[in-house]
């Protein structure tokens, strides 16, 4: 059987994308929970560390994505890494930093204001994350397994 791969070069690229499509979903529903929570009258506390909720699930499901032979743990790990940097980063106060983080990508991507709140948002959205992944990727490998 000479040129062809084993199944298991072919899972991480799987896994990859999956992670990519349920990275691209939760970053919608981010995106939805940001612009109409409050006009759909969902209370403050729901809308703000809600969107950091689902932050930190998209944070690790893009190191997921870009890392896929890692374990769940090690992506928790580096997702929990990068969302306490970005926290902390807040403390930082540079013109064009701060320039930045007016804008709404700036806003979305490394917020304006320090919270420790935030680091208990990151650590459930990533709890969450971890979780939708076990489902997704146990799931899709198990259908990828019975595909002729």
């Not at 790990?77 to 701060?98: N, Q, T, Y």
């Not at 320090?114 to 680091?119: I, M």
Request: net charge positive.
């Amino acid at each position: 059987m000479h040129g062809t791969q084993p199944d298991q070069a072919i899972a991480p690229l799987r896994t990859s994308l999956l992670r990519a499509a349920l990275a691209l979903i939760v970053i919608g529903c981010g995106l939805s929970l940001r612009w109409y929570g409050f006009p759909l009258g969902l209370p403050a506390f729901v809308v703000k560390y809600g969107g950091s909720l689902l932050w930190a699930t998209m944070v690790l499901l893009l190191v997921g994505t870009l890392l896929p032979r890692l374990t769940r743990s090690q992506l928790a790990a580096i997702a929990m890494l990068i969302a306490a940097a970005v926290e902390f980063s807040r403390l930082v106060h540079a013109p064009g930093l701060d320039a930045f983080r007016l804008t709404t990508a700036g806003a979305l991507l490394l917020g304006r204001i320090f919270s420790l709140w935030n680091l208990v948002a990151y650590t459930a959205g990533i709890a969450f994350g971890a979780c939708i992944d076990r489902l997704a990727v146990t799931h899709a490998h198990a259908g990828w397994a019975k595909a002729p």
